[in-house]
């Protein structure tokens, strides 16, 4: 039976290797939406090749070159949030939630109404707002898949199990472009320097953030939400070969890790073909020739933002979208010159610290409102 498919952030480096997989087996889906940012070509090449029903960017300026990009397609062409929204409210059986940042949470949302499984790669939405999250899910009927390549590594390991049997899981981190760099060279490290990963393709707001960490702390957070572990059972470990994305340990002394190429197309494919498993094109392992694999502590002075997600973990309520909004300030502020690499954490660090001071960051957000009220606030109190 044909699968009605949607995905949000087809153009970024998540998204395209989810139209990569839909390209090479077309006749199983039918793609109703599609969106993207700036790169309207891209999106009326993906549009036309899966004869999309919608194609969405999310700039309104842009609206007219993604009409003309399209004439004749038979795809219409679409522009801004509320386009994003009605994109997201039309039936699919699987949508891949691929914006990057807090913009995924919306359209997220309301793709969960209608059911059907949310495959999520936007780990904003749970850190954000992990329990408006999950509360749409149930009232939706919906399933939540992880996509994160650490956290479907965890969901696969943790198949059969309960979570009562398990220790603590473990999830691994590259280490990103400065991971060994001597510690008094990182503050003057460049934007070009931080926009360079070691192993992953990924776009340049997840790489600087993978060289901080920061993506690996959002991680850490997004774990205590999917899996309901507490801060003390999630660990972090640096495995510059990123070979293997997750470990779960179990109290009888046995851990299950899960192994795979540094390829997002392992985890998307797992979602897209979930509860199923089927063939796709991610290279196998060859252990022999790989010959070693490596792992070390990672040095929260050179890391503090793995620090920071305790902290916020431990404060709960809308703590984690204070976290988020002020780390995505944070980072443009860097990307535009305005402070420096090492500014970072210590920006995000304050704004915690000014808005906890002024009363606590109460219970978990309960409406998409309390979470814009405490975005905008944070990215207000960090803006260089």
């Known amino acids: 039976m044909t699968r009605r498919i949607s995905i949000f952030g087809a153009t970024g480096s998540v998204g395209i290797s989810g139209v990569d997989l839909i390209r090479r087996d077309p006749d199983r889906f039918h793609v109703v939406?599609?969106?993207?940012?700036?790169?309207?070509?891209?999106?009326?090449?993906?549009?036309?090749?899966?004869?999309?029903?919608?194609?969405?960017?999310?700039?309104?300026?842009?609206?007219?070159?993604?009409?003309?990009a399209l004439e004749g397609s038979g795809t219409i062409a679409?522009?801004?949030?509320?386009?994003?929204?009605?994109?997201?409210?039309?039936?699919?059986?699987?949508?891949?939630?691929?914006?990057?940042?807090?913009?995924?949470?919306?359209?997220?949302?309301?793709?969960?109404?209608?059911?059907?499984?949310?495959?999520?790669?936007?780990?904003?939405?749970?850190?954000?707002?992990?329990?408006?999250?999950?509360?749409?899910?149930?009232?939706?009927?919906?399933?939540?898949?992880?996509?994160?390549?650490?956290?479907?590594?965890?969901?696969?390991?943790?198949?059969?199990?309960?979570?009562?049997?398990?220790?603590?899981?473990?999830?691994?981190?590259?280490?990103?472009?400065?991971?060994?760099?001597?510690?008094?060279?990182?503050?003057?490290?460049?934007?070009?320097?931080?926009s360079t990963h070691p192993n992953w393709a990924m776009g340049q707001r997840i790489t600087i953030d993978?060289?901080?960490?920061?993506?690996?702390?959002?991680?850490?957070?997004?774990?205590?939400?999917?899996?309901?572990?507490?801060?003390?059972?999630?660990?972090?470990?640096?495995h510059p070969e990123s070979i293997i994305h997750a470990m779960v340990s179990h109290h009888d002394g046995g851990s299950i890790a899960h192994l795979g190429a540094p390829d997002m197309r392992h985890a998307i494919g797992y979602a897209l073909n979930w509860p199923d498993r089927r063939p796709l094109p991610v290279a196998p392992l060859d252990l022999a020739?790989?010959?070693?694999?490596?792992f070390r502590q990672?040095?929260?002075?050179?890391?503090?933002?793995?620090?920071?997600?305790?902290?916020?973990?431990?404060?709960?309520?809308a703590a984690g979208a204070v976290f988020n909004a002020a780390k995505e300030q944070a980072l443009d502020d860097f990307i535009a010159g305005r402070i420096r690499f090492t500014d970072m954490a210590p920006r995000v660090e304050a704004t915690l610290t000014d808005l906890a001071g002024?009363?606590?960051?109460?219970?978990?957000?309960?409406?998409?409102?309390?979470?814009?009220?405490?975005?905008a606030l944070s990215r207000e109190r960090t803006a260089a």
């Open 358 to 375: 002024l009363g606590g960051f109460g219970t978990d957000p309960a409406t998409l409102d309390e979470v814009h009220h405490w975005d």
């Open 210 to 238: 993978s060289a901080s960490m920061f993506n690996k702390a959002m991680e850490v957070i997004e774990a205590k939400e999917f899996f309901g572990l507490g801060a003390d059972r999630i660990k972090v470990l640096v």
């Open 33 to 68: 939406a599609l969106t993207g940012g700036r790169n309207i070509a891209r999106l009326a090449q993906q549009a036309r090749d899966l004869s999309a029903e919608i194609a969405v960017t999310a700039h309104d300026d842009l609206l007219d070159d993604l009409r003309t």
């Open 298 to 317: 990672p040095d929260e002075r050179r890391w503090p933002a793995l620090r920071l997600a305790r902290e916020v973990m431990a404060a709960g309520g």
């Open 78 to 194: 679409a522009a801004g949030r509320e386009a994003l929204i009605e994109a997201a409210a039309r039936p699919a059986d699987w949508v891949l939630s691929a914006i990057v940042g807090a913009a995924g949470l919306a359209p997220g949302l309301t793709a969960l109404a209608q059911g059907g499984v949310l495959a999520l790669a936007n780990k904003e939405s749970l850190v954000c707002a992990g329990a408006l999250l999950r509360q749409a899910g149930r009232a939706g009927g919906a399933t939540i898949l992880p996509v994160d390549s650490e956290h479907s590594a965890l969901f696969q390991a943790l198949q059969g199990e309960t979570l009562d049997s398990v220790k603590d899981v473990t999830i691994t981190a590259s280490g990103g472009a400065f991971r060994d760099w001597p510690l008094e060279r990182l503050a003057a490290a460049t934007v070009a320097e931080a």
């Open 289 to 294: 020739a790989l010959g070693s694999l490596t």
